[in-house]
């Protein structure tokens, strides 16, 4: 662990998927809007006037349905293309900022960067509100940045900087007096604290531990012995001691699971292989970003838990691959094989997946002796090939069966999509 002051700097989204939409339709801008799950289950994201009306993240659509009639709450259906895109962009904005090992990409729409070596150079506070004004103005996207000793201070200031006006978006905890910045954590609970949440939260109430202020004055030992050394670390973050580094480079996945809800019930065991080679499509596509090979396959059913009127049927099945693979064909025919054994006739099925587990690293793995390498060459040439016509084309050109042709009984209902604004098909047209 590092005792030295470090500095860094998160930069968030605010209401990430209301505000992509909100920049390509300006006629959702004031007006409660949510943005709904897969299958247009629940929100997943809200604007603040959606939030004002008392909306709670994840509530399923069908619970708020009275709030959205009566206030004309604008529904719509996740558009991932659409996000994925503008938070490629706005990670590439602050890219520019600092070196590649200076940046963490953290989700989609926050991102930490390391300023040390730039706080002798630059006002941080004005460089702040650059980063801010840029990506709004190159982008649209309105950003709250919380600068702070450490990773959790920064989360705590950017937290600041979006609940209180005064702030204007920018909050430098490491500049802020400390009386001040002892004020402001005094009234925020300690729930807010990043890595403490719902989990620990009520535990530490119980000790008297109400707030972020009285966290950053216990003692960092004696929270890791009645927690854990997450606990203790995050403890000494608010002490200002960084203990948590940046990962410039994300940690590989421990497993990859692909999985929906259907549409519609679904009882046909076609209709489950063209969804179940969907799904291991994308989990590998996944797997070789991530330059891993699964060693274990599962695949599970479900039917729909919250029907009454019908048995809940779920079942898993799953094999330990005789040769590590990244290959689509290898992994889609062991899928289907494992289908067949969890698929039971009549049951109306709501959902499946596949897992890909025991993952372990591409580059480092040797095969064995008597494995049949010709084989795991030829497949890597085809994958190399099956890749580069959904770089060259788009994914739908080719595929395991028929799972990219239209109007599939089993995919998630979307009704009120967006369109993708980055295809020819969706892009912006001016009438002259």
């Given at each position: 662990?590092?005792?030295?002051?470090?500095?860094?700097?998160?930069?968030?989204?605010?209401?990430?998927?209301?505000?992509?939409?909100?920049?390509?339709?300006?006629?959702?801008?004031?007006?409660?809007?949510?943005?709904?799950?897969?299958?247009?289950?629940?929100?997943?994201?809200?604007?603040?006037?959606?939030?004002?009306?008392?909306?709670?993240?994840?509530?399923?659509?069908?619970?708020?349905?009275?709030?959205?009639?009566?206030?004309?709450?604008?529904?719509?259906?996740?558009?991932?293309?659409?996000?994925?895109?503008?938070?490629?962009?706005?990670?590439?904005?602050?890219?520019?900022?600092?070196?590649?090992?200076?940046?963490?990409?953290?989700?989609?729409?926050?991102?930490?960067?390391?300023?040390?070596?730039?706080?002798?150079?630059?006002?941080?506070?004005?460089?702040?509100?650059?980063?801010?004004?840029?990506?709004?103005?190159?982008?649209?996207?309105?950003?709250?940045?919380?600068?702070?000793?450490?990773?959790?201070?920064?989360?705590?200031?950017?937290?600041?900087?979006?609940?209180?006006?005064?702030?204007?978006?920018?909050?430098?905890?490491?500049?802020?007096?400390?009386?001040?910045?002892?004020?402001?954590?005094?009234?925020?609970?300690?729930?807010?604290?990043?890595?403490?949440g719902r989990k620990h939260s009520?535990?530490?109430?119980?000790?008297?531990?109400?707030?972020?202020?009285?966290?950053?004055?216990?003692?960092?030992?004696?929270?890791?012995?009645?927690?854990?050394?997450?606990?203790?670390?995050?403890?000494?973050?608010?002490?200002?001691?960084?203990?948590?580094?940046?990962?410039?480079?994300?940690?590989?996945?421990?497993?990859?699971?692909?999985?929906?809800?259907?549409?519609?019930?679904?009882?046909?065991?076609?209709?489950?292989?063209?969804?179940?080679?969907?799904?291991?499509?994308?989990?590998?596509?996944?797997?070789?970003?991530d330059g891993s090979l699964c060693?274990?396959?599962?695949?599970?059913?479900?039917?729909?838990?919250?029907?009454?009127?019908?048995?809940?049927?779920?079942?898993?099945?799953?094999?330990?691959?005789?040769?590590?693979?990244?290959?689509?064909?290898?992994?889609?025919?062991?899928?289907?094989?494992?289908?067949?054994?969890?698929?039971?006739?009549?049951?109306?099925?709501?959902?499946?997946?596949?897992?890909?587990?025991?993952?372990?690293?591409?580059?480092?793995?040797?095969?064995?002796?008597?494995?049949?390498?010709?084989?795991?060459?030829?497949?890597?040439?085809?994958?190399?090939?099956?890749?580069?016509?959904?770089?060259?084309?788009?994914?739908?050109?080719?595929?395991?069966?028929?799972?990219?042709?239209?109007?599939?009984?089993?995919?998630?209902?979307?009704?009120?999509?967006?369109?993708?604004?980055?295809?020819?098909?969706?892009?912006?047209?001016?009438?002259?």
């Amino acid at each position: 662990m590092k005792s030295k002051q470090e500095i860094y700097a998160l930069i968030d989204v605010n209401n990430c998927y209301v505000s992509c939409e909100r920049l390509f339709n300006p006629s959702l801008i004031n007006k409660p809007v949510i943005v709904l799950s897969n299958n247009d289950g629940c929100a997943v994201a809200r604007s603040q006037e959606a939030k004002d009306l008392g909306i709670k993240m994840g509530v399923p659509l069908f619970k708020i349905r009275d709030i959205v009639e009566q206030h004309n709450v604008q529904v719509l259906s996740s558009n991932y293309a659409l996000y994925a895109e503008m938070s490629h962009r706005f990670h590439s904005i602050l890219g520019q900022y600092v070196a590649p090992d200076e940046q963490e990409i953290y989700s989609i729409d926050e991102c930490f960067l390391k300023l040390t070596a730039y706080a002798e150079h630059y006002d941080l506070d004005d460089l702040a509100r650059e980063m801010k004004e840029r990506i709004l103005k190159w982008i649209g996207l309105p950003v709250c940045v919380g600068i702070g000793r450490t990773k959790t201070e920064a989360k705590i200031a950017n937290h600041m900087a979006k609940k209180a006006k005064r702030f204007n978006g920018v909050c430098n905890l490491v500049d802020m007096d400390s009386r001040h910045r002892e004020h402001f954590w005094g009234i925020i609970e300690v729930s807010e604290v990043w890595g403490v949440g719902r989990k620990h939260s009520k535990r530490l109430n119980d000790m008297g531990v109400n707030t972020v202020l009285d966290l950053s004055k216990c003692s960092p030992h004696q929270i890791g012995k009645l927690f854990s050394s997450v606990m203790q670390r995050t403890v000494m973050e608010l002490q200002g001691i960084s203990c948590i580094e940046l990962e410039d480079t994300p940690p590989p996945k421990k497993q990859i699971v692909a999985s929906r809800s259907f549409g519609e019930k679904i009882t046909d065991i076609g209709d489950m292989r063209e969804a179940i080679c969907k799904y291991i499509q994308d989990a590998v596509k996944r797997l070789r970003e991530d330059g891993s090979l699964c060693g274990t396959l599962i695949v599970f059913v479900q039917s729909n838990p919250f029907d009454k009127n019908v048995p809940y049927y779920g079942k898993s099945t799953s094999i330990d691959l005789p040769e590590p693979s990244d290959s689509v064909t290898v992994l889609a025919r062991y899928s289907l094989k494992l289908l067949d054994q969890v698929y039971k006739p009549g049951i109306q099925f709501k959902k499946c997946g596949v897992m890909l587990s025991d993952l372990i690293d591409k580059d480092k793995y040797i095969p064995e002796l008597f494995a049949d390498h010709d084989a795991i060459e030829i497949n890597e040439r085809l994958m190399q090939a099956y890749e580069h016509i959904h770089k060259k084309f788009g994914k739908t050109k080719i595929s395991i069966g028929t799972c990219y042709l239209p109007n599939r009984k089993w995919i998630g209902k979307r009704a009120n999509a967006s369109r993708n604004y980055f295809s020819i098909e969706g892009m912006l047209t001016i009438d002259m």
